[in-house]
């Protein structure tokens, strides 16, 4: 059985009181829940000062982005040492909105997927298509790109490490869910695409998170489909309610 994993990425949102905030109303409302692994995403800025609010909790730190050298003269960059430095346990590498407006390629994903895991970090790995790749019929193509590309040279030893989430472009922040079919068809082509790589074993260990206007109204028949196995929450992962209504669906 593999441990779902429900993550908010809170994307650039909330000041740093805002960030402390939130996740102090969230502490109490997930406490005690252990079969489900939760994680936040804050801003870089306010990543320490959430760290100090759920260091002793059951809540784990998550970043939405890691550059792949540990340090230089990268300006503006932030690299996965300095965010284990900092409490941090996971991070979202290759979001869409990272492909679409940072020009982040599959080789990069691969890049930082193989820094955070060297540090010790737990990668979430991102894929999915646009909605005109989808009404093309190239959904399946899109995906298996993004996984060969981002897992290129990655041994099972690796990949077993990472999560992956998938989330389809058009299902981000339109109100528009996938349906749990839709969903999970993909999500099945994810488990067969690794089982053919790197063999059945693995393909059964690693967790794929969905995401795309997920709510506490649609995460349960979502969560119940037998390949999804954990929620990458945007919109309603800002509010500590919803979130932990996500988190309760995954139990
Ligand atoms: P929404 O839940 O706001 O659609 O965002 C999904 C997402 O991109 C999470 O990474």
Avoid at 22 to 33: A, Q
Avoid at 182 to 196: C, D, K, N, P
Wanted: hydrophobic share 40%; with cysteine.
């Amino acid at each position: 059985m593999r441990k779902k994993i429900i993550a908010g990425n809170w994307k650039m949102n909330k000041l740093r009181g805002e960030a402390v905030e939130l996740v102090k109303e969230l502490v109490p409302l997930v406490e005690g829940i252990d079969a489900v692994d939760i994680v936040v995403c804050p801003v870089y800025v306010s990543l320490p000062a959430v760290y100090e609010i759920i260091k002793d909790t059951n809540i784990e730190l998550g970043a939405q982005d890691c550059f792949w050298e540990d340090s230089g003269a990268y300006t503006g960059e932030i690299s996965a040492p300095m965010l284990k430095d900092v409490g941090v346990k996971y991070v979202v590498i290759g979001h869409s909105e990272r492909r679409q407006y940072f020009c982040e390629t599959d080789e990069w994903v691969n890049k930082k997927t193989k820094a955070a895991l060297k540090t010790g970090l737990t990668p979430i790995v991102c894929v999915g298509e646009r909605l005109e790749e989808r009404e093309a019929g190239k959904t399946i193509d899109v995906i298996s790109g993004q996984l060969e590309g981002g897992f290129s040279g990655f041994e099972k030893a690796e990949i077993e490490k990472c999560v992956i989430a998938y989330e389809p472009v058009w299902a981000i922040g339109t109100g528009k869910t996938a349906t749990p079919e839709q969903a999970q068809e993909v999500h099945s082509f994810i488990r067969g695409w690794l089982a053919e790589k790197f063999g059945k074993d693995v393909s059964e260990k690693i967790r794929i998170q969905y995401g795309g206007s997920v709510k506490p109204a649609n995460a349960k028949s979502l969560l119940s489909q037998p390949d999804i196995d954990g929620a990458l929450v945007g919109g309603a992962s800002l509010k500590a309610q919803d979130f932990a209504e996500i988190v309760k669906a995954g139990l």
